[in-house]
């Protein structure tokens, strides 16, 4: 199957400070990226669609000037959390497309804001 | 009414038993079925898709699709403790839309 590797896997940092979580398809070009958050014990929760070389679509409730998504080339978005609070605090997953409706996960980042 | 609906269980099965995990969907229009598989702490791998009436089957896995029911299915045959996890079903409604996932308890 297709390779999705996100990094970092684990960040910790503190209250206002930005983190940036970069996923990448490894042996196949994804032109859609999806960003989920998954709480515990709770399914994902789809944050955002990002497509290559456009602007991302974001689900409703989700704030676009807090979580940033770039999507600069067919393998690699990144999501950035900007001014993290502990309420951030998660587990974002991301998730390549390559063929019309096949979705490929990466390993996840887990986000603990102090 | 939820997109997709599934029981969070815990379905709990003897090691060897088949596990038979169901997911119901709303949107008559989805082509697309897929099931993944999460260990605790891990992101989601996909196990299987379905596109057709019927079922399809992957080793010790078989997805079974019911459109006119609204209904998809995964049988887990010779469940082992290492199938302990949680299935999510998905389906795809112009972008994935999943159920809530059931847990799967396989006891030696």
């Known amino acids: 199957g297709a390779v999705v590797s996100q990094h970092p896997s684990r960040v910790i940092c503190k209250s206002g400070t930005s983190v940036k979580i970069e996923c990448r398809s490894l042996d196949f070009q994804a032109t859609t990226m999806f960003w989920y958050r998954q709480f515990p014990k709770q399914s994902l929760m789809l944050m955002a669609t990002?497509?290559?070389?456009?602007?991302?679509?974001?689900e409703q409730g989700v704030e676009k000037d807090k979580f940033l998504i770039n999507h600069a080339s067919l393998t690699l978005s990144t999501l950035t959390v900007t001014s993290a609070h502990p309420e951030d605090s998660s587990f974002y997953i991301c998730?390549?497309?390559?063929?019309?409706?096949?979705?490929?996960f990466g390993p996840g980042t887990r986000l603990t804001v102090l | 009414q939820k997109e997709v609906e599934q029981n969070s269980g815990p379905l709990s099965v003897p090691e060897g038993a088949i596990a038979s995990l169901n997911c119901t969907y709303s949107?008559?229009?989805?082509?697309?079925f897929f099931w993944y598989r999460q260990y605790s702490g891990k992101s989601p791998e996909l196990i299987m898709f379905i596109y057709s009436n019927g079922d399809k089957e992957d080793g010790r896995f078989t997805a079974q699709l019911n459109k006119a029911s609204q209904y998809v299915s995964l049988l887990i045959r010779d469940s082992q403790p290492s199938d302990s996890a949680t299935y999510l079903c998905a389906v795809n409604g112009g972008k994935l839309i999943f159920g809530q996932g059931t847990e799967l308890s396989v006891k030696p």
């Open positions: 990002s497509n290559e070389g456009s602007k991302a679509t974001y």
């Open positions: 998730s390549a497309r390559d063929r019309p409706d096949t979705q490929y």
């Open positions: 949107d008559r229009g989805s082509q697309s």
